[in-house]
């Protein structure tokens, strides 16, 4: 079994700094890739920042600059680093695992999710 969960949402000022963490555990051989997505009310889920194992990272357009994607890969965990937030940045954010378990399995593996709300 795997898990995937996130942490560090909540409410922040315009303007204001925000970190989330996510981590996955269980019956993990490799984790490929893990990234943040993210879903407003009313809009399709989007891709906001991805790790690969190497440290490769992509970001939306829209967060290029403001935030940071890191993980440890002894922990199987990443982090994002939300500086700079704007009202738009208000979204549920989902953690995104890419990883092979004990049992070889190549899979996507998604949290739950961790509600970021931007406001003044």
């Known amino acids: 079994q795997v898990q995937v969960v996130e942490s560090g949402g909540g409410l922040v000022q315009p303007g204001g700094s925000l970190r989330l963490s996510c981590v996955a555990s269980?019956?993990?051989?490799?984790?490929?890739?893990m990234g943040w997505y993210r879903q407003a009310p009313g809009e399709e889920r989007e891709q906001v920042a991805i790790?690969?194992?190497?440290?490769?990272?992509n970001y939306a357009a829209s967060v290029k600059g403001r935030f940071t994607i890191s993980r440890d890969n002894a922990k199987h965990t990443v982090y994002l680093q939300m500086n700079s937030l704007r009202p738009e940045d208000t979204a549920v954010y989902y953690c995104?695992?890419?990883?092979?378990?004990?049992?070889?399995?190549?899979?996507?593996?998604w949290g739950k999710g961790t509600l970021v709300t931007v406001s003044s």
């Open positions: 269980g019956s993990i051989s490799s984790i490929y890739v």
């Open positions: 790790i690969t194992s190497g440290g490769s990272t």
């Open positions: 995104y695992a890419d990883l092979a378990t004990l049992r070889l399995k190549r899979n996507d593996y």
